[in-house]
């Protein structure tokens, strides 16, 4: 049996990466203390999520959705991985060159997470308590493996046998230890989240209830009305998601304001609290996407609280600011038009959950999410456009964007088989806000045929749509358009959706027969 070069790099390569795992699990154990964000792997894929390039327009755009970020954190393990590797290969002939390595792993790592907002000098902690473990076990796992190899007489030894049991123990002990630690960070870690705190809260009752449901559309394959909340779609930027406590989380309102004001979340809950059904839509929505849903929400209206700050005329942007550091920015005169947007703490009959936002997150009809639907708020800035770009206006979105008019076909689904006679052709259509006229269907190049709307509880929420259709064999294309109260009829023209939300007619293909 020959021990050759191959496996002479492979084992140092092994302990290398061994060695960068276990400190990834040691600054995962830090991080309990320090904060999810200090961790190493979320701190730099952090900086990595503000940094991508504007032009790089297919990728994420305006969103981060829940598989982009973990694609995200995947990538940056398998990149680390490769660069411990090299290291640890250095460490077979050059110590000092593999240290070096370590401690720029150390330090990259240390300055993404003292540079994320909210960073205070603890942060670096994680970064380089993992660089010290990490160098301290590399050194341990390279004497290992070169006792193991082959030397230069080419004749194996019991002593090399020996070797080689010993660096597979050594080994699997830091395997072991790395779980330990990594799995003993996310248990600790989760006795701290708010998810208690969550279960703990009754909200208060209404001042003002929604207006009961109208009757719904409900076709088989037709979306409801109402999307409950575990299906209710998730975009931000977080990689993981902000945990905020009621008990000490404060709402500051300030900048050009002639009263800055802070509440508690005690003051809040004796505000006024509003029930009402508005429907959210993310601007990254492709025609015919599904990152749009329709929740009762309850919150206090926004309008009021500033009002009590009074902001001063020139301040024509409402920059909202997250407990995580993102940013967007709302016309002050939109907020205090007198549309219900509301500083809401309740989706669906309970506190908000996590991920949407808990404890409390602004909800405004009639504009896309980046740009009024701050969740996990703890702040808001009066300030003018011309001062201050919000989070995704330098990565090429517009600073304001009211959702554009739009219509989805729900049922029967593209690509669906039916057989031939009696179907029914289903969906929603939504110009939030402005509220929908009118929703018509086409099938293949026939005329457009006026479909039967829902009634909805108000202008700011979507609209389910029906239309029976009289098919007959053969292959057809639906398509769907929608014209708002204003009399605007939505645009055949396909724009992508930077800078301002997608446009275009949303159709599908069925084979009937
Ligand atoms: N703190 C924070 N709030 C945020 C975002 C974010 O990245 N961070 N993304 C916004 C975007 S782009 C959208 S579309 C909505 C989505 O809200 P949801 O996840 O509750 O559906 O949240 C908005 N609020
Ligand atoms: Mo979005």
Redesign the pocket.
């Known amino acids: 049996m020959h021990d050759g070069g191959v496996k002479a790099t492979i084992r140092p390569g092994l302990a290398g990466v061994a060695a960068a795992a276990v400190a990834l699990g040691v600054a995962e154990l830090f991080a309990v203390v320090t904060g999810a964000r200090s961790a190493p792997l979320v701190a730099v894929g952090g900086v990595v999520v503000d940094h991508v390039p504007a032009p790089v327009k297919d990728f994420g755009i305006?969103?981060?959705g829940v598989h982009d970020k973990t694609a995200l954190i995947i990538g940056t393990a398998v990149l680390l991985a490769a660069y411990a590797y090299v290291v640890g290969v250095l460490a077979r002939r050059r110590w000092a060159l593999a240290v070096g390595g370590i401690a720029l792993f150390g330090l990259v790592g240390a300055l993404a997470a003292v540079t994320r907002p909210g960073a205070g000098a603890a942060s670096v902690v994680p970064s380089v308590a993992g660089a010290l473990v990490a160098v301290a076990v590399l050194r341990h796992l390279r004497d290992r493996a070169v006792a193991a190899e082959i030397d230069g007489s080419g004749t194996e030894t019991y002593e090399m046998e020996e070797g080689r049991r010993r660096f597979v123990r050594d080994l699997g002990i830091v395997a072991a230890a790395t779980a330990a630690a990594g799995i003993g960070g996310r248990m600790l870690a989760s006795r701290r989240t708010v998810t208690t705190a969550r279960a703990d809260i009754v909200l208060p009752p209404a001042t003002e209830s929604a207006p009961p449901l109208p009757p719904a559309v409900n076709a088989p394959g037709a979306v409801p009305y109402v999307t409950p909340n575990r299906r209710?779609?998730?975009?931000?930027?977080?990689l993981v998601t902000?945990q905020v406590d009621p008990d000490s989380w404060t709402l500051r309102i300030h900048g050009m304001v002639r009263n800055p004001i802070t509440i508690t979340w005690a003051e809040l809950l004796k505000r006024p609290m509003v029930e009402r059904y508005v429907t959210?839509?993310?601007?990254?929505n492709e025609v015919g996407g599904d990152?749009i849903?329709n929740a009762l929400w309850l919150g206090t209206p926004i309008k009021a609280l500033l009002d009590e700050a009074g902001p001063l005329p020139e301040a024509d942007q409402a920059v909202?600011r997250?407990?995580?550091g993102?940013t967007?920015g709302t016309p002050t005169a939109v907020l205090r038009d007198g549309r219900d947007a509301l500083l809401a703490i309740g989706?669906n009959g309970e506190p908000l959950?996590v991920?949407?936002?808990f404890p409390a997150?602004?909800v405004v009809p009639g504009l896309?999410?980046?740009v009024?639907?701050?969740?996990?708020?703890t702040e808001i800035e009066l300030t003018r456009f011309s001062d201050f770009d919000a989070?995704?206006v330098p990565r090429g979105w517009s600073a304001q964007a009211p959702v554009k008019t739009q219509s989805r076909i729900d049922t029967p689904r593209d690509g669906a088989r039916k057989p031939a006679g009696t179907v029914t052709v289903a969906g929603v259509a939504w110009a939030t806000h402005r509220g929908i006229a009118k929703v018509e269907v086409q099938v293949d190049d026939g005329p457009w045929q006026t479909a039967d709307l829902a009634p909805a509880v108000s202008a700011d929420t979507w609209r389910q749509w029906s239309l029976t259709w009289a098919a007959s064999a053969g292959r057809h294309t639906l398509r769907v358009r929608a014209t708002d109260l204003d009399g605007v009829t939505q645009t055949p023209l396909e724009v992508p959706p930077a800078p301002d939300g997608a446009t275009g007619l949303h159709q599908v293909t069925v084979d009937v027969g």
């Open positions: 305006a969103v981060f209710f779609y998730r975009i931000d930027t977080a902000p959210l839509a993310c601007v990254s990152l849903g909202q997250s407990s995580d993102w967007c989706m959950p991920a949407h936002g997150r602004m896309y999410g980046y009024s639907a701050c969740k996990w708020i989070y995704w």
